[in-house]
């Protein structure tokens, strides 16, 4: 049975942790519902329109260089062991620190100036936690407060349960839910109508709450969806419950059972025997429309989708439904019966702007495949045209295809959406070369190349590119609402090979599951699965446990393919193939950028490349001599922070140059034209998306690090302590 560890082990800290409250609090914050024009940071966010955006603007390009850290909050000791990939964003209220870390999924409370802990909540799940989908520490977690006292952390464990504690002192809630929880696996359900065990059955979560007045918001995630065990998995739900009692308000069926609009979208009575299709990302709110905005993820599984004819209706759906009934009001499918996984992996950006003289209230979804899917968030319609055009149909045995899937006139892509010849490496003649005959090896394509059955003479896969790890991932966007300019990191180097193989005998139900002919079958499991504290530790030997850990909990979703700068075993075919040339990319610079796209006119006004240029690329014996621009990193999750006047984003990988030690930097860039103007060090790279506040008068921002053998730690940076004057014996002022 799951134990409540802040009941057992701490009851002396929540007791203290009141009294600090008390006596220690800041002066001068604002009371009543908090917001970041009061200098807080009350949801993951900054707000549930989801803009990432804070006014606070003590923080300047003019002092970005000078910041300084203020303290560090190592999460090693909440759990059994460091955790490895900490992807939390803190909350700040009234000056206290909220923020979720460990392999457990702590829950701890902190001082937010200097980081001295207040309180730690911790739930021990035992097997319902191993065996979760979502491992990690999660995102973070969400704060709900009634305006007159009663202040509350509603956060969504590890086994998928939901728990409402007292902000002021970690205990949890008695009248929420059942002693403070939320059972969330009742409801959850495989075949028609059949209840998934709630010890072992599969459904967990890693975004966090979302909550508006007084209803919490909550999706549903499960595992990674390339080499699943059956196409009939617990079914997406989405759904809404009273953040004073823990009732269920409503529930909205991401699969439409028999009757609901849509359930003729799964042929042959598919529905009943398919699953996934959950929200696993934030949800978005017009608090003043009444109105939610759910990100549909895709169906079982995630590259054959012949066990589920039809377009599938809500996998990578965009679903708008009304707060208080939950009843949808619009939707608009992104992917017609999805083959991709291009799961819906961002937070609507829910914006108010002027468009060709007339004032519209719009919804901006940023997406994988770098199109930004932009419409009237109160109809549906599209802003600008969203064309169906007809695209590549495979030949995998069993599978359906739709002839068509939606293109966006407006705004443009701002990242690759396929691997055209002039996209492919060409620092040299000779790895250009080596490029072209890599590609021999797969079936190329445009955008919406589908899968193919992998053969080990060739083609091994068919390429993609913006697929399972490119354009904009889970961390989302970011938007200034005063200039409606949304702001985009974007993997622009991520290559995925979609090869189907059949799967071993007694594995799975699926007839084709990822993989390559003739290597060896690889599982992929869901992000930092096998991490929860809990978990049987790795044997120890060479490398150690803490390398075990750390591969466990760098795995996560999208990531199915390797990283391609760190390479992938070369397919058969006399060394043929591959996603690297010589360590190197197969797809030249730049490798990611963070773009500014303005909502006005449906324009990229500037792009830039983010992150330092990797030290595979600089150190490169077959470069030497060549002046290489700045590259830009790969990768997927790199989340933005936008200021009064400044975007601001961390590497995604470490490295070593002239300029720093080993290490990445938080960047700063003036957000009118994409310059870089400033950059901090940070002894790891950015893992969790950075946020802003400011306490007694002085900005902080807050960012989470890990990765590699680093494990994960939240620093905090401050603007630069402006100096003082004093007089000395000569009555001359010095500056100290």
Known sequence: ????????????????????????????QSTGQ?????????????????????????????????????????????????????????????????????????????????????????????????????????????????????DRIIYVTTGYRMIALNAKTGAPIPSFGKDGVVDLKLGMITDADKQIDLENGEAGLHSTPTIVK???????????????????????????????????????????????????TWMNGSWKDNGNTGVWTQISVDEEAGLVYLPGESPTSDFYGGHRPGNNLYGETLVCVDLKTGQRKWYFQIVHHALWDYDLSSAPLLMDVTIDGRPRKIVALPSKEAFLYVFDRITGQPIWPIEERPVPQGNVPGEWYSPTQPFPTRPPAYARQAVTEDDLIDFTPELRKQALENMKMYKNGPMFNPPIVSKAEGPIAAMTIGTTGGGTNWPGGSFDPETNIAYLYAANSGVSPLGLIEPPAGFSDIRYVSG????PFRVAEGPGFGSAADFPQPQRGRGGEQAGNAAAGARGRGEGAASPVQGAPAPPGGGRGGTTVQGLPLVKPPYSMISAISLAR?????????????????????????????TGQPGYNVGTLVTKTLVIAGDGQVTTTDTHPRGAMLRAYDKTIGKEVGAVWMPAPQSGSPMTYTVNGKQYIVVAVSGGNYSGEYIAFSAPTAPTTTTNSNGRQQER
């Open 1 to 28: 049975m799951p134990r409540t560890v802040s009941r057992f082990l701490l009851t002396v800290v929540p007791l203290a942790a009141a009294v600090v409250w008390m006596t220690a609090g800041p002066s001068g």
């Open 34 to 150: 908090p917001s970041t024009k009061n200098g807080d940071w009350p949801s993951y966010n900054g707000d549930i329109r989801g803009s990432r955006y804070s006014p606070q603007a003590q923080i300047t390009a003019d002092n970005f260089n000078k910041l300084e850290v203020a303290w560090r909050f190592k999460t090693d000791n909440l759990g059994t062991r460091p955790e490895f990939k900490l992807e939390g964003t803190p909350l700040v209220v009234n000056g206290i620190l909220y923020a979720t870390g460990g392999t457990r999924r702590s829950v701890f409370a902190a001082k937010a100036d200097t980081g001295e802990l207040l309180w730690v909540h911790a739930e021990f799940e035992g097997q319902r936690a191993v065996k979760a989908p979502r491992q990690l520490s999660g995102r973070g977690l969400s704060y709900w407060t009634d305006g007159k006292g009663d």
């Open 214 to 264: 007084d209803v919490v918001l909550v999706g549903s995630s499960f595992k990674e969806g390339m080499t699943v065990s059956t196409h009939n998995n617990t079914k997406g739900l989405a759904r809404a419950y009273d953040a004073r009692t823990g009732r269920l308000l409503w529930s909205f069926n991401m699969i439409p059972r028999p009757g609901e609009f849509g359930n003729d």
């Open 516 to 519: 390559q002919a003739g290597q």
């Open 602 to 630: 449906g324009d990229i006004l500037w792009q830039t490349p983010h992150g330092d240029t990797p030290d595979v690329v600089r150190n490169h014996p077959a470069l030497k001599g060549l002046t290489i621009p700045k």
